[in-house]
């Protein structure tokens, strides 16, 4: 018998269950679970108002984890747990997943750090590569910077190549947080922020052409760095934190031949995520990478779960099994 957190209800937190071990089925391999991060594309998935649809319960929810083989070679998988019926996730304390969706990990890698990083650090690095084309020697704009993708992108970007990087938050200690991590400077979102005014504060960070943006909030933040942007600059977006929409001007986009790229993990390859993850995890074993984490046990999987919901968990949420 293994423990596993199931999901009986959507907009409901899973609790601890015992159940039978699974047996792999052909292609897949078991994988014995470390650490689970809780990411807010669980949450989604499980509240049964996401755009893949009401998932069928019960299930065990949990997109991504870190373990070991039977062998013990420490490895990342994926799942695709709330996003297709009939998928237990990674919340187990073992699985089997489909064999292509794991990626064998460097020794010395820390397991649960690689498990905040998880996606999101993937994400941040293949929307400035993949997507952003990142360069030697750009400066970059990081908005949203103290979430974990925005973490994550401030390092990355400047791991990358980058010059410079400006980081834009709401709270100052996100801000303090996004230059302890590298950040040139950090500029703050404030409430009342309309397109001109946060532009303008952006100019006054800026030493020299912007090149790039990296986006997972959108809205007005998006818009005001559209204007900040070099001629033939790129915005990527991959989030929308700060609005569903953004107040973009055809003039703002035409004047400068500026390019809009939409970024989802959905849209790599199998081989495109497991080089990214093998970059994220090469700098995180080495100390070169990290974002804001807490721990938590597996038995708590309730409380965690409420707390990644409501906004009110310490940084990514990593259970420990």
Same mark, same amino acid.
């Given at each position: 018998?293994?423990?596993?957190?199931?999901?009986?209800?959507?907009?409901?937190?899973?609790?601890?269950?015992?159940?039978?071990?699974?047996?792999?089925?052909?292609?897949?391999?078991?994988?014995?679970?470390?650490?689970?991060?809780?990411?807010?594309?669980?949450?989604?998935?499980?509240?049964?108002?996401?755009?893949?649809?009401?998932?069928?319960?019960?299930?065990?929810?949990?997109?991504?984890?870190?373990?070991?083989?039977?062998?013990?070679?420490?490895?990342?998988?994926?799942?695709?747990?709330?996003?297709?019926?009939?998928?237990?996730?990674?919340?187990?304390?073992?699985?089997?997943?489909?064999?292509?969706?794991?990626?064998?990990?460097?020794?010395?890698?820390?397991?649960?750090?690689?498990?905040?990083?998880?996606?999101?650090?993937?994400?941040?690095?293949?929307?400035?590569?993949?997507?952003?084309?990142?360069?030697?020697?750009?400066?970059?704009?990081?908005?949203?910077?103290?979430?974990?993708? &925005?973490?994550?992108? +401030?390092? /990355?970007?400047?791991?990358? =190549? *980058?010059?410079?990087? @400006?980081?834009? %938050?709401?709270?100052? !200690?996100?801000?303090?947080?996004?230059?302890?991590?590298?950040?040139?400077?950090?500029?703050?979102?404030?409430?009342?922020?309309?397109?001109?005014?946060?532009?303008?504060?952006?100019?006054?960070?800026?030493?020299?052409?912007?090149?790039?943006?990296?986006?997972?909030?959108?809205?007005?933040?998006?818009?005001?760095?559209?204007?900040?942007?070099?001629? &033939?600059?790129?915005? +990527?977006? /991959?989030?929308?934190?700060? =609005? *569903?929409?953004?107040? @973009?001007?055809? %003039?703002?986009?035409? !004047?400068?031949?500026?390019?809009?790229?939409?970024?989802?993990?959905?849209?790599?390859?199998?081989?495109?995520?497991?080089?990214?993850?093998?970059?994220?995890?090469?700098?995180?074993?080495?100390?070169?990478?990290?974002?804001?984490?807490?721990?938590?046990?597996?038995?708590?999987?309730?409380?965690?779960?409420?707390?990644?919901?409501?906004?009110?968990?310490?940084?990514?949420? +990593?259970?420990?099994?």
């Amino acid at each position: 018998m293994i423990r596993a957190a199931l999901l009986t209800a959507c907009g409901t937190p899973p609790t601890i269950v015992e159940r039978p071990a699974p047996v792999p089925a052909d292609g897949e391999v078991a994988v014995t679970v470390e650490a689970v991060p809780i990411t807010p594309l669980d949450v989604l998935c499980a509240s049964g108002t996401s755009y893949f649809g009401t998932p069928a319960t019960p299930y065990v929810p949990g997109v991504q984890g870190v373990g070991r083989l039977a062998d013990g070679t420490p490895v990342w998988f994926g799942t695709s747990a709330g996003m297709r019926s009939g998928v237990d996730g990674s919340m187990a304390t073992i699985v089997a997943v489909p064999a292509a969706d794991v990626v064998a990990l460097p020794p010395g890698v820390p397991l649960i750090l690689l498990a905040a990083l998880g996606l999101s650090a993937v994400a941040a690095h293949a929307a400035l590569t993949h997507a952003g084309d990142l360069a030697a020697d750009e400066q970059v704009i990081v908005l949203g910077a103290g979430g974990v993708v &925005g973490q994550a992108a +401030v390092q /990355l970007a400047l791991l990358g =190549g *980058a010059r410079r990087v @400006i980081a834009v %938050a709401r709270s100052a !200690s996100a801000r303090a947080r996004a230059e302890e991590l590298g950040a040139a400077v950090s500029v703050p979102l404030l409430p009342d922020d309309d397109v001109a005014s946060l532009a303008e504060r952006l100019r006054d960070a800026a030493e020299g052409p912007v090149d790039l943006v990296l986006d997972p909030v959108f809205g007005v933040p998006a818009a005001a760095a559209l204007r900040v942007l070099r001629p &033939g600059g790129r915005l +990527v977006n /991959l989030g929308s934190a700060a =609005g *569903a929409t953004a107040p @973009i001007e055809s %003039a703002v986009l035409r !004047s400068g031949s500026l390019r809009m790229i939409g970024y989802t993990n959905n849209g790599l390859s199998t081989e495109q995520r497991a080089a990214s993850l093998a970059v994220v995890a090469g700098h995180a074993a080495a100390g070169r990478l990290t974002v804001d984490h807490e721990i938590v046990p597996f038995a708590s999987v309730a409380d965690a779960w409420a707390r990644q919901d409501n906004g009110t968990a310490a940084g990514r949420v +990593v259970l420990a099994l």
